[in-house]
């Protein structure tokens, strides 16, 4: 596609139960990105990919979050025994190969709005 | 860690008026990037600046990058209906050896009203 695809667009679940999120770059991106937007924290940085592999995931909250690359492409966010505080939109990014310049632009994706009731 | 500061949060202006919208970093800026947000959808990229001093411009938005003061401004030009939505500025972190990796820092964001 052209841009980066994310689905579900929205997703209710309850209290406890686990949600996955799908994340489909641009073709040839290398990089990555996560990141949750809520009402009380704004926009903050989850995890970032580099192909499969992940070297900063410092922005995960708890270790019921989790997400994985495959193939250097679809990226799915894991959310276990989801609670209420995980309501937010989650957004991801991608962007080309490079390490300065205009090749670190990171485009988004329309995002996945999560409820937890 | 990195913190930006926008300024101001909220924003109402009639149509064809002028406006400014502040970025401010707690640290050292190794480049700044713009975005625009509208409701349900994700961020849309605006402009990105890496060097002190540096200013570009896209249609009627224009966006500086003052090195010395850690501080970006973005300037609209007679502004247009079109023009509403959240803004917001992001930073970029650095990885190994100092470069840049693009893992970003948002600010709070400004949302921008305009009336026809």
């Known amino acids: 596609g052209a841009g980066v695809s994310q689905s579900p667009s929205n997703k209710v679940t309850e209290k406890g139960k686990d949600v996955e999120l799908r994340c489909d770059p641009i073709s040839g991106h290398t990089a990555l990105y996560w990141y949750r937007q809520s009402l009380g924290q704004g926009l903050e940085f989850l995890i970032y990919f580099q192909g499969n592999s992940a070297p900063d995931k410092s922005g995960l909250p708890s270790d019921r979050f989790s997400a994985e690359r495959t193939g250097g492409s679809v990226s799915t966010l894991t959310i276990q025994r989801t609670q209420q505080e995980d309501s937010a939109v989650y957004l991801c990014?991608?962007?080309?190969?490079?390490?300065?310049?205009?090749?670190?632009?990171?485009?988004f994706g329309a995002g996945t709005r999560l409820s937890v009731l | 860690s990195q913190e930006l500061e926008q300024s101001p949060q909220s924003l109402i202006v009639q149509e064809g008026k002028n406006l400014t919208i502040n970025c401010t970093s707690s640290k050292t800026l190794y480049g700044l990037y713009w975005y625009k947000q509208k409701y349900g959808e994700g961020l849309i990229f605006l402009m990105m600046l890496q060097k002190g001093g540096e200013e570009k411009s896209h249609e009627k938005i224009t966006a500086k990058l003052d090195e010395k003061k850690q501080q970006s401004s973005l300037h609209i030009t007679a502004s247009q209906p079109s023009h509403a939505g959240i803004y917001l500025c992001g930073a970029p972190g650095l990885g190994a050896g100092g470069t840049s990796y693009g893992k970003l820092t948002f600010g709070q964001g400004t949302i921008l009203t305009v009336h026809p």
């Open positions: 990014a991608s962007s080309p190969p490079g390490t300065s310049g205009a090749k670190n632009i990171q485009y």
